[in-house]
């Protein structure tokens, strides 16, 4: 896997696509209703001409502010006050590693030297943590299952950030802008589909940190 961002290009478009078309025909501004009726191909060529122009806008703005958007931003939408995967991953697998690649017991042994060091102030030990285990993603990253598990994070966590963006932009386009109509249903499903990836996320996120553990523990055997 050359390019694990590769996504950008293939699911991330195509679901910030589909996502911009669900909107407009949630408010309205797509509708075949009487389109399929004798001499009503025009209409239908110049709603199919209207409805792409306006999607590959939005997704450009969309896209644009997405490379606006810094890391730390990206983990608050994601992880809100929560501390990420790799900030409490020692401490995690320490008690219950949850996993079948490895044990708690085959950490400890592992990681003895890190558990010695481990800080004692919450702030401290996030960082700590989080640098010990970046430590390890550079060692393996070149991997075929980290990539996939680090690649599948990425997309997961661009997903959710873009449907933000897209709620930011349709509310910034209807109530501020009027250029197009509010709907409700679709502030609605905008927080469903951001619910949804948000989750998504966190289960990816603490997939691809405890993959990198399970590559390092078993390489050291």
């Avoid at 697998?93 to 085959?106: M, P």
């Avoid at 430590?135 to 690649?151: I, T, W, Y």
Wanted: aromatic letters at 10%.
């Amino acid at each position: 896997m050359n390019n694990i961002k590769d996504y950008r290009e293939n699911e991330l478009k195509t679901f910030v696509i589909a996502n911009i078309l669900v909107i407009l025909c949630l408010i309205g501004m797509i509708t075949f209703d009487g389109i399929i009726e004798e001499d009503s191909y025009m209409q239908l060529l110049i709603t199919i001409i209207n409805s792409g122009l306006f999607s590959s806008i939005i997704y450009a703005m969309v896209m644009v502010c997405d490379c606006m958007i810094s890391s730390y931003l990206k983990k608050i939408i994601i992880f809100w006050w929560k501390p990420m995967p790799g900030e409490t991953i020692f401490s995690d697998i320490k008690i219950n590693a949850k996993d079948g690649r490895f044990t708690a017991l085959e950490a400890t042994m592992t990681y003895d030297e890190i558990y010695k060091n481990m800080p004692k102030d919450k702030k401290a030990r996030y960082g700590y943590e989080n640098s010990k285990w970046y430590g390890l993603l550079r060692q393996h990253e070149s991997e075929p299952k980290v990539q996939v598990a680090h690649r599948d994070y990425l997309m997961c966590r661009d997903m959710a950030t873009s449907t933000i963006i897209m709620l930011v932009v349709y509310i910034l386009l209807s109530l501020v802008l009027k250029l197009i109509e509010f709907d409700k249903k679709a502030i609605a499903y905008l927080l469903m589909v951001y619910i949804i990836c948000m989750i998504a996320t966190r289960i990816k996120s603490r997939r691809f940190v405890k993959t990198v553990i399970a590559c390092d523990i078993h390489s050291q055997k």
